[in-house]
């Protein structure tokens, strides 16, 4: 008789710039669990609109670039671009992208490539609508003025020209907007661990984690 294997999804939710790029794929290299940024599949979809002339807030548009995507297509380096977040924000404030998008988040989820056990998923509202029954959600913060620093740090080091008051702006519209929106808004789930960043570097982050993942299997 086969065994039901049910796979070990962890989520881990946040804003911009709190860090939870960089732990979750950290955290899926030491538990071995597969890693997807959903970020990346809405900064795809708001880069298919942009390529194709169309305005990302448009709704026909958008929901149309998100149904025939192929996440495969883009070089992350464009997927990075300060446009194609702003992008990105505006295409994730309309229903039918994020219904369009579901599918493919929840597949990965629970039935993670490369036979692995289990998957780390980064975005906005795993914990709270993709996977609400994942049993480990964990909810990465920091400060504005820590995540607006992180971001002109980054900025920086790859060589643009960064007006920092200008990063801040940005950077509070586009909370604004995510946490403002009618559809799955960036908030924590009940039972998310909640963990601000401000203080901690990588290491300091991932050995919380860590510590909280291990304190909850021992429960
Ligand atoms: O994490 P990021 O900066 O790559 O996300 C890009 C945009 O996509 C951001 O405005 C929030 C949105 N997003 C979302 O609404 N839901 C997710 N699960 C992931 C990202």
Do not use: W
Not at 14 to 38: H, V, W
Not at 63 to 76: G, H, I, K, V, W
Not at 112 to 130: E, F, N, S, W
Not at 180 to 193: E, M
């Amino acid at each position: 008789m086969s065994a039901l294997v049910v796979a070990l999804v962890v989520a881990l939710d946040g804003p911009a710039a709190a860090g939870k790029g960089t732990l979750a794929r950290s955290l899926a290299q030491r538990l071995n669990l597969a890693y997807l940024d959903t970020g990346s599949l809405y900064r795809a979809t708001g880069l298919a609109v942009l390529e194709a002339g169309g305005d990302p807030a448009d709704p026909k548009a958008a929901e149309s670039a998100a149904r025939t995507l192929d996440p495969s297509r883009y070089n992350p380096a464009d997927l990075r671009r300060e446009e194609v977040a702003d992008a990105a924000s505006k295409v994730a404030a309309i229903p039918a992208v994020r219904a369009a998008l579901l599918d493919f988040q929840r597949h990965f989820a629970h039935h993670p490539p490369g036979g692995k056990a289990g998957a780390v998923l980064d975005g906005r509202d795993i914990g709270t609508v993709v996977c609400p029954d994942a049993p480990i959600k964990i909810f990465v913060t920091a400060s504005l003025e820590e995540r607006s620093r992180r971001r002109v740090k980054e900025l920086r080091d790859k060589g643009e020209t960064v007006i920092e008051a200008r990063v801040f702006a940005d950077m509070a519209a586009r909370d604004a907007r995510d946490s403002g929106r009618g559809v799955a808004p960036l908030k924590a789930a009940d039972d998310a661990l909640v963990l601000d960043t401000s203080t901690l570097d990588a290491e300091g982050a991932l050995a919380a984690v860590m510590a909280y993942i291990e304190s909850k299997q021992n429960r």
